[in-house]
């Protein structure tokens, strides 16, 4: 198709256009044109593009093939953290939170799939990150860019800068077409959409993203001149051709909530892809800003999560699991079962008591459950089908990892053999090296096992002396698969105290408890010497965690342990003391650095940024060329700084 008579503003408007119509088609599902006519526009912008190849743009659909392999994925952090939500079961949760948050609402689809922030800088999109541990997630930019539903430029009215966050999803029959392939290929296929989701954007080869059948659906949008109604901002998001969660409607009651609740569930069956609930948020920005958050969620929101799909199983046997800190778990294998989607031949009894109390015997028909990534559980057996063939199961007398004496501790049996269970040593090192530990790379829980099998590890600092020869003798490792694993282990020799907290494995010791800590503490040495007393004094921590502190800083072979990692080079950096944020601010206008980093910089010294202005806010900071906040501190009499430059805002805040 000849293009000779194109000019660049028709080959501008050719662009529009067919991110118009990926919109229709992608995300509303919605297509205006057939697909032949689709073809012959992208084969005329290809034509364009060979003609005048000065024109090409890096945001023109013909770029989103993806670009050459990455090694690895970097980490970014969110300007502003992506919390998850809390959640709600019945009626009364519902109730309780509407009680707290007396204001118009939303209610929109809670779609399974894969958290994304999609960054916007001077209109084109600048960077892509996942979720990660909602501080900071991973760059998957190159990926992100080959999804036909996310534009990579914006009209002419958008801001300069904004952030979209949503989530990716394949539609389920996208998910069956996809495994066809993948079995056809000899590939390992998905067991749901949400993991196929995940694991497309997950690939450092963004080609293997855009031969995926992804989707972008909008859940919110933070940037300057936005709606004050995340309703309106919704719909604000779909005139940008920027596809939204489907169904979003304004309610009013816990009435109106429950109705369309009910509504969802009933149709959910039918949808094109995977939901697990819905989400409820409080309408008005400005509102939204006045709840604030707890540590870890939005006061603003709630998701009202579907009852667990249940289904029936068979109980072929019962394995006896010895975890990292000695309890022994009874595990169901099952005959192979279909529960919403994913296939279960695995399920939790969750310990010795709820075994007994649930009466479990071997070849009952069972009732089983799945909740989200939950992992599945053993709800009951069905007791009218039991029959001479079900078996009574008892509980073992011996581990059966090392056959040491178990002893029974309340609803627990476990195993006392600390420091010689075969189990409890793999369970303590792969405790030690996963993503929130020493976060080691390339070191699985298989490899680990390997190495404790054949005598090459016994405790986590014995992982620092490993050598790629070691390595080399395991089953499949080449000399460069063995390299790239002694790197990362000599990357985790860096870490944080929260990570280095966690890795420890102390009782009770998870993530979220770590970094409360090393708020409190600062380094591996005060928490050493901190007392009862001072520990429980520490709001979240209380006495039974504090004693598991005492108890464990109190035995010789872990302080001998935490010394041997300090001299393997393991360098803890100790945490700084970060300023209370007592102060909000917005930010307006265009100033000598990016807006990452004057956010960046405010937090150090004690001051949020807010997405939107209000009686509450403490002040305007003004560069050039500001927008409508302007007016509306004005009019609100909020205190302003007006300066483009970082360095002085920052002088004229310590001195106010």
């Known amino acids: 198709m000849k293009s000779s008579n194109m000019t660049l503003k028709d080959y501008k408007n050719l662009i529009t256009t067919i991110e118009a119509h990926n919109f229709y088609y992608y995300g509303l599902d919605q297509p205006r044109i057939s697909d032949s006519v689709y073809d012959s526009l992208m084969q005329k912008l290809i034509t364009t593009e060979k003609e005048h190849p000065e024109w090409i743009t890096k945001h023109s659909p013909t770029q989103r093939i993806g670009d050459k392999p990455l090694e690895q ?17 019945n009626e009364k949760d519902i109730n309780n939170f509407c009680s707290k948050n007396q204001n118009a609402m939303t209610c929109e689809l809670k779609l399974d799939g894969l958290a994304i922030s999609c960054i916007y800088k001077n209109k084109k999109l600048e960077y892509a990150v996942t979720r990660g541990d909602g501080v900071q997630g991973e760059d998957v930019t190159s990926n992100i860019k080959t999804l036909s539903s996310i534009p990579l430029q914006l009209p002419d009215d958008a801001p300069e800068h904004l952030e979209i966050r949503g989530e990716v999803v394949i539609f389920k029959k996208d998910l069956e077409a996809l495994n066809s392939k993948q079995k056809q290929s000899g590939n390992k296929t998905f067991s749901n959409p949400r993991n196929a989701a995940a694991g497309s954007i997950r690939q450092l080869d963004p080609k293997v993203a855009a031969a995926r059948p992804l989707r972008f659906y909008a859940y919110s949008a933070h940037g300057d001149h936005l709606p004050g109604s995340h309703y309106e901002r919704l719909q604000q998001l779909n005139k940008w051709h920027i596809p939204t969660t489907p169904k979003v409607v304004k309610v009013s009651s816990p009435d109106h909530i429950q109705a369309y609740y009910q509504q969802v569930l009933q149709e959910r069956a039918t949808m094109p892809f995977e939901i697990d609930g819905v989400v409820i948020k409080v309408d008005l920005i400005q509102h939204q800003e006045a709840s604030g958050y707890t540590a870890k969620a939005p006061r603003w929101a709630i998701a009202y999560k579907f009852p667990a799909e249940e289904a029936q199983a068979r109980v072929i046997a019962i394995d006896w699991q010895v975890g990292r800190t000695g309890v022994i778990t009874p595990v169901a294998t099952l005959e192979p079962t279909q529960v919403g989607g994913v296939v279960i031949q695995h399920a939790t009894l969750h310990n010795i008591h709820e075994l007994q109390r649930k009466d479990i015997k071997i070849n009952d028909a069972v009732i089983i459950r799945r909740a989200g990534d939950v992992i599945p559980e053993v709800v009951k057996p069905i007791i009218s089908l039991r029959n001479e063939t079900c078996i009574d199961i008892k509980p073992p007398n011996t581990c059966p990892s090392c056959g040491s004496t178990l002893q029974r501790e309340h609803i627990f049996i476990r195993c006392m053999n600390t420091t010689k269970c075969p189990k409890q040593i793999e369970g303590r090192i792969i405790h030690f090296a996963s993503k929130h530990g020493f976060n080691i790379l390339g070191l699985g829980q298989q490899i680990i096992q390997i190495l404790c099998q054949q005598g090459l590890i016994q405790k986590p600092s014995d992982l620092f002396n490993l050598s790629v020869q070691q390595l080399t003798t395991l089953p499949r490792m080449g000399s460069k698969s063995a390299g790239k694993i002694i790197l990362a282990i000599e990357k985790s020799k860096y870490t944080t105290l929260p990570r280095f907290l966690y890795a420890l494995g102390i009782t009770e010791i998870g993530k979220d408890t770590a970094k409360l800590l090393s708020k409190h503490y600062h380094s591996i040495t005060k928490l050493q010497n901190a007392s009862i007393e001072s520990l429980s ?50 930010i307006t206008g265009k100033f000598d650095k990016s807006r990452d980093e004057i956010i960046e910089q405010l937090a150090k010294i004690g001051i949020h940024v807010s997405s939107s202005i209000s009686r509450k806010t403490h002040y305007l ?36």
Request: with cysteine.
């Open 73 to 89: 994925f970097k980490k970014i952090k969110h300007g502003e953290p992506m919390r998850s939500l809390d959640n709600a079961f």
């Open 537 to 586: 004094d520490i709001s979240g921590i209380g006495p039974i965690v504090g004693k598991h502190l005492i108890d464990y800083f109190s035995q010789s072979e872990n302080i001998n342990e935490i010394k041997y990692l300090i001299s393997q080079g393991v360098n803890i950096q100790e945490e700084s003391k970060e300023p209370d944020t007592t102060h909000t601010a917005v």
């Open 621 to 656: 900071i003004c560069g050039q060329e500001p927008g409508s906040k302007y007016d509306k501190a004005v009019k609100l009499k909020v205190p302003i700084i007006r300066s483009n430059s970082l360095t002085e805002i920052l002088t004229k805040l310590q001195s106010s």
